[in-house]
């Protein structure tokens, strides 16, 4: 009798957490080895949940991609935290992200205390290995390991790819026992727009100055397939119009280097040649008003 007969097949769902820019959404594009979650240098830039599958001979692996946990300062933000405990009340496993090379501060105490009263197995996952020494990295373990009870600590390296396979090692054998839950070619649930969304976003947050992360938002109004080409038209709304002129840039240039950067992107992720048209357009404080904020998909 082979080893996977004698296994049985494990299905569920995991999400990792952590204080903003802890590493989670590189650690997810690094084990489906896809870009799915947006990932930006600037904290707070992941909105939607995204789904990515994980598919093994004996488990299937669901990734649940949240916002990191903050303090909320607009109704935006208290969406996004209540969000963030709706997913950590379903999932089976949980991964809290440390980064190796910051200290455990007071930001991980807080959600490591707020993860201590759920279903879920905890594990602690210490992130940017590759950034350390290992002195600094067993110090940070001894740290990491004190801040709570979690069922392993496992250090790994999105970048390098080092222990990325013995994380999911780990996180498959915390999930239940469970026939297959998605189909075998599917990589993520959400549909494309979303994901075209999040990529047009992702373009437009690298190189802008630091006020404006929040403050924009993307809906891509519709998708075209013509022949070999898909095109697409997207709306980048900002809050205010001097935020617009910063989106925009000096003739345009700004926005024309957003295109470019997203259209490679989303040509990588529909494996098809895409034609993007880009409008920047103004929703007056749309984080803290509840009918903008559902206009676009909060």
Request: with cysteine; proline share 6%; aromatic share 4%.
């Amino acid at each position: 009798m082979s080893d996977l007969e004698e296994r049985p097949y494990r299905a569920g769902f995991a999400c990792f957490v952590g204080r903003p820019n802890a590493g989670k959404s590189t650690l997810t594009n690094a084990i489906v080895g896809q870009k799915i979650a947006i990932t930006s240098s600037k904290p707070q830039t992941t909105r939607h949940v995204i789904r990515a599958v994980l598919h093994r001979p004996d488990s299937q692996l669901v990734l649940v991609d949240t916002p990191g946990l903050h303090r909320p300062r607009t109704l935006l933000g208290e969406r996004l935290n209540d969000l963030v405990r709706q997913t950590w009340s379903e999932v089976d496993v949980i991964g809290l992200c440390i980064p190796a090379d910051e200290p455990v501060g007071r930001g991980d105490r807080f959600i490591s205390g707020e993860l201590s009263g759920l279903k879920a197995t905890v594990l602690a996952v210490v992130t940017k290995t590759d950034l350390v020494d290992r002195k600094r990295l067993a110090e940070q373990l001894v740290a990491v390991s004190e801040l709570g009870e979690f069922a392993e600590v496992v250090p790994v390296s999105a970048v390098s790819g080092h222990q990325v396979d013995t994380l999911v090692d780990v996180m498959t054998r915390y999930l239940p026992e469970s026939p297959q839950l998605y189909p075998d070619d599917m990589l993520t649930d959400d549909p494309e727009q979303v994901l075209v969304a999040e990529l047009i976003r992702e373009a437009a947050l690298e190189g802008v100055r630091d006020e404006l992360p929040h403050s924009i938002a993307v809906v891509v109004e519709e998708m075209v397939p013509e022949g070999q080409l898909m095109k697409i038209y997207a709306d980048v709304y900002v809050e205010r119009p001097s935020q617009k002129a910063i989106v925009i840039g000096h003739r345009a240039s700004r926005l024309k280097k957003v295109g470019t950067s997203a259209r490679q992107q989303i040509e990588e992720l529909l494996g098809t040649r895409v034609y993007l048209d880009l409008h920047v357009r103004v929703a007056k404080d749309w984080q803290r008003d509840p009918k903008q904020l559902r206009k676009l998909g909060f």
